[in-house]
């Protein structure tokens, strides 16, 4: 388990290192209490070290204005 934890952690990292506005967005969102959680095809991308071709993410714990306020920037 903590395998699969350590590449999606390095994932992250790398995806939040390569798109800067998305760090920032991801920044705002975590600082107002929200939890990100990415979905979909990215963690299976993740998990096969595949390159990602898309983001998909869940945003908790914020109002739906909020999130799409920070979102929409």
Known sequence: MTHIKGLLQRCVDEIIQHNPV?????AKIIQEGGQILLVGGVVRDCLLQRNI???DFEIYHLSLERSEEHTSE
């Open 22 to 26: 998305l760090k920032n967005i991801f």
């Open 53 to 55: 071709s898309d983001l």
